[in-house]
């Protein structure tokens, strides 16, 4: 009961202390570092065993080409495409969106392209997850984020706590 309780503190307090608000809405989520040092100082050093001692996070890159970002990321792993965007489809909202499986750190993944009429740049997105452990020695998100940076791709890192 005790440690049930501890888990939706924890939560609750991860999810308000991560809500950003900007002139283009509300993002849920803080910036690089600052998402990292609120996990680690909530979760990670804590004895509540949550969330499947996993991390998941949501890379989101505004651009004309996902082909920066890939190469961003050869830098720390090979990263290739190995399939084109395909899956079209429309959501209600008019929202349309593509798929494509790309190898990253050797994992195949998604990767999501999401274009609207009022969006200035397509929408580029991928989840990635690592348990605390690697958060805490090596973490590729800390790998992806600092590839990012140092290529000056912007990106939301979008937080995904959840039990």
């Given amino acids: 009961m005790l440690r049930t309780i501890l888990s939706y503190l924890i939560l609750i307090t991860c999810f308000f ?8 809405g509300l993002e849920i989520g803080l910036q690089g570092d600052e998402t990292r040092e609120k996990i680690q100082k909530n979760l990670i050093n804590s004895n509540v065993n949550i969330f499947n001692n996993k991390w998941p996070v949501q890379f989101m890159i505004d ?8 190469n961003a990321l050869n830098s720390i792993s090979e ?3 190995i399939s084109d965007f395909t899956n079209y489809e429309v959501s209600p909202a008019n929202v ?7 190898v990253l ?6 990767v999501s392209k999401m274009t609207y ?3 200035k740049l397509p929408i580029f997105s991928f989840n990635w997850q690592e348990s605390f452990d690697d958060v805490k ?3 590729k998100i800390k790998k992806i984020e600092n590839a990012l940076k140092e290529n000056r791709i912007k990106y939301t890192l979008i937080d995904y706590l959840k039990e």
Avoid: Q, R
Avoid at 17 to 24: M, Q, V
Avoid at 63 to 70: C, G, K, Y
């Fill in 17 to 24: 202390g991560c809500y950003n608000s900007s002139k283009n």
């Fill in 63 to 70: 651009a004309d080409s996902f082909e920066p970002t890939v």
């Fill in 79 to 81: 990263c290739k495409f």
């Fill in 96 to 102: 349309h969106s593509w798929s494509a499986k790309m």
């Fill in 105 to 110: 750190f050797k994992d195949t993944i998604n």
């Fill in 117 to 119: 009429l009022e969006w």
């Fill in 137 to 139: 020695v090596d973490s």
